[in-house]
């Protein structure tokens, strides 16, 4: 099972994701993955940085790593402007991108009409999740997009080409099976560990034999033992920051991450809060 990173990302300063980058690159992680988000949720006064720009900068610099998006909406860029912002990104890592896309939420709303971009009804919205991954997957084959109902016919071609990876993420019933019939893979994000053991045989049987690979990814307060977990705690209540994440000391999340691998699970993303070591502590507990 493959380790990844989620870049922090709701920043002014590219130095963060890159330092962050360079960190896991060193303690043995696979691969590092950025949200795209306008600003963070919640949060229009706040900065947040460019996904596709940062995964190019860390592909420059960290060539044996894997570069991804988890997620990006597919209603935030048109169709073929996606197809040619992630084939460079494919471009620029060797062939190591990772093409990760959402329906979005409602928390997803006041990003899109900040920045104008329609914001589609739940349905409409998986609809055009399910067409964009079918019309990257044939822009990436060389092929032209025929059009749907939802996104537009595309000529193409695409050149220079690439060929992401294409994972669907998102937790419905519906997102499962639009991973199911169209991905390569598919995320589970924050999900426990009985929860994503449903989904994934829930994907599995959507999939009638189609290979899709289960992928999990959360934030995680992870401690190197229980008396340095209950630190990390009182230091997040003492800020006032949501302890809706996954908490537990290292054994535990060795023990979670099992579990995960057992019901198929190809990589594990993290976003380790608590400070910047817990990247290794996180590496650590994985990678004993």
């Known amino acids: 099972m493959k380790l990844g990173l989620s870049l922090p990302m709701f920043t002014a300063d590219v130095g963060r994701p890159l330092t962050a980058a360079a960190r896991a690159a060193a303690a043995g992680y696979d691969g590092v993955f950025a949200p795209d988000h306008l600003f963070p949720p919640g949060a229009p006064g706040r900065p947040a940085l460019e996904p596709f720009a940062v995964l190019a900068a860390v592909a420059a610099l960290h060539p044996d790593l894997h570069v991804g998006t988890l997620v990006t909406r597919a209603s935030l860029r048109p169709a073929g402007l996606l197809a040619k912002q992630a ?10 991108a990772i093409l990760g896309l959402g329906a979005g939420d409602s928390v997803s709303k006041p990003e899109h009409e900040a ?3 329609p914001f589609a009804s739940a349905s409409d919205r998986v ?69 994503f053991e449903a989904a994934a045989a829930e994907l599995r049987r959507f999939a009638g034999g189609r290979s899709v690979a289960p992928t999990w990814g959360g934030i995680a307060l992870v401690g190197t033992d229980e008396s340095d977990l209950e630190r990390l705690r009182d230091e997040r209540r003492s800020r006032g920051l949501s302890m809706d994440v996954w908490q537990g000391d290292a054994e535990a999340f060795r023990s979670f991450s099992e579990r995960l691998e057992e019901a198929g699970c190809s990589w594990v993303v ?12 996180v590496a650590g507990a994985l990678r004993a």
């Open 87 to 96: 084939a460079a990104l494919d471009q620029m890592s060797g062939g190591q």
């Open 270 to 281: 993290v976003l380790p809060v608590g400070g910047e070591d817990r990247i290794d502590v």
């Open 115 to 117: 920045f104008g971009i």
């Open 127 to 195: 609809a055009i999740l399910e067409e964009t991954v079918d019309a990257l997957r044939g822009l990436f084959g060389g092929e032209p997009w025929s059009g749907g109902a939802h996104v537009p016919a595309i000529a193409g071609p695409l050149l220079p080409s690439g060929e992401p990876e294409l994972w669907v993420g998102g937790r419905s019933a519906q997102v499962i099976q639009v991973a199911a019939r169209s991905a390569d893979a598919w995320n589970g994000w924050a999900m426990e560990a009985d929860a």
